[in-house]
């Protein structure tokens, strides 16, 4: 079955850049999600199609995903951007989530 | 405004059955690829089954045989079926739509779903 490998946990200091790795083998054959979640709460779709943003997301929030690694940066991180952040990939009929990046913005 | 509201979770014994619910407002169901994907408490997200059609429905290998999803088009309503539920069932249970790109664009509030005796 297909997997996901996310860091368990990143930090990173207010207004610097975040990045979030998921890896998979040829994810950049595939398409890549990312959702952000905070505590009690249902997640929210940050990232799709690899590059694309939902209205409403900030601008600070892009990805990419090339070879066997699919990325989440967060420029200008604040404080509210403190959350649990997923990635996902689509496999024949399957959808795979990594195990989850706790940010801690400190 | 599109809109998902879970219902029916609860606390059940081991090898007992539930039906949740996924009402859905400001779109149509059948029009719509739906899954449900689960969050066991401190854990992180699971697919669970995913309804293109009646006639095609896939489940992930954990819950097989076992869940059953469907709709129900006039009530614009996604169902999942828990059959034969075990401990490890336990976990907040999300009804999402997929958009583009085979991503969930729009997710409900969540279930809770507890098996034990």
């Known amino acids: 079955s297909y997997e996901l490998t996310q860091p368990p946990s990143v930090s990173v200091s207010p207004g610097q850049t975040a990045s979030i790795t998921c890896s998979g083998d040829k994810l950049g054959d595939k398409f890549a999600s990312w959702y952000q979640q905070k505590p009690g709460q249902s997640p929210v779709q940050v990232i799709y199609q690899d590059v694309k943003r939902p209205s409403g997301v900030p601008e600070r929030f892009s990805g990419s995903n090339s070879g066997n690694t699919a990325t989440l940066t967060i420029s200008a991180t604040q404080a509210m951007d403190e959350a649990d952040y997923y990635c996902q990939a689509w496999d024949s009929n399957f959808w795979v989530f990594g195990g989850g990046t706790k940010l801690t913005v400190l | 405004e599109v809109q998902l509201v879970e219902s029916g979770g609860g606390l059940i014994q081991p090898g007992g059955s539930l039906r949740l619910s996924c009402a859905a407002s400001g779109f149509t169901v059948s029009n719509n690829y739906m899954s449900w994907v689960r969050q066991a408490p401190g854990k992180g997200l699971e697919w669970v089954s995913v309804?293109?059609?009646?006639?095609?429905?896939h489940y992930a290998d954990s819950v097989k045989g076992r869940f059953t999803i469907s709709r129900d088009n006039s009530e614009n309503t996604l169902y999942l079926q828990m059959n034969n539920l075990r401990a490890e069932d336990t976990a907040v249970y999300y009804c999402?739509?997929?958009?583009?790109?085979?991503?969930?664009?729009?997710w409900g509030q969540g279930t809770l779903v507890t098996v034990s005796s």
């Open positions: 999402a739509r997929e958009n583009d790109g085979h991503s969930f664009g729009t």
């Open positions: 309804m293109y059609s009646v006639v095609e429905t």
